[in-house]
């Protein structure tokens, strides 16, 4: 006869693994809870997962975001000189 594995084990194993709650997520981001929660509800910033109304952020879709979030700083932007807009030439 199998036995069922002790849920509260394999809530434990879950939560200390790849799942990340939004305290969690706003600290390894560096953000603020309310700043996930306005990503969220405006359908930016990471992907996340519910669970009824618990909300948890896997660290594989936290490194995903923020690899996507980064900027080369190779490319010439505006600032740089790179552009002539708004320049007149005389």
Known sequence: ????PNSADGNERFRSGNALTE????????LSIATLRAWRHR???SRFVRFGRAVRYLR???????RACA??????SA?????NAGESRV
């Open 43 to 45: 359908g930016k910033g």
């Open 79 to 83: 600032s740089d000189g790179g552009s």
């Open 23 to 30: 305290t969690e997520a706003a600290e390894h981001l560096g």
């Open 60 to 66: 594989a879709d936290l490194e995903a975001f923020i």
């Open 71 to 76: 900027v080369d700083t190779g490319s010439v």
């Open 1 to 4: 006869m199998r036995t069922k």
